[in-house]
């Protein structure tokens, strides 16, 4: 986490975390979480058809009373 965070105040709270010292809202970490960027991969037809397996998983978000 520390090598994507790119502000100082996102360092600040991932390594804070990572000491057990997490101290401010919890929305001020989800805030900063949100944007860090993640890769997307996208394959052409021609490589899926050529793959010997694929896998395609579906991205969810947990939500409470949904098992």
Known sequence: ALSVAESEK????V???????AEGD?????????KVPVPVV???IGEVAE????????V??????VK
Do not use: Y
């Open 15 to 21: 390594f804070e975390e990572l000491n057990g010292k």
């Open 51 to 58: 793959a010997t397996s694929v896998v395609v998983l579906p």
């Open 42 to 44: 996208r394959l052409q």
């Open 10 to 13: 996102a360092k600040k709270i």
């Open 26 to 34: 919890e929305e001020e970490v989800e805030a900063v979480v949100l």
């Open 60 to 65: 969810v978000k947990a939500e409470e009373g």
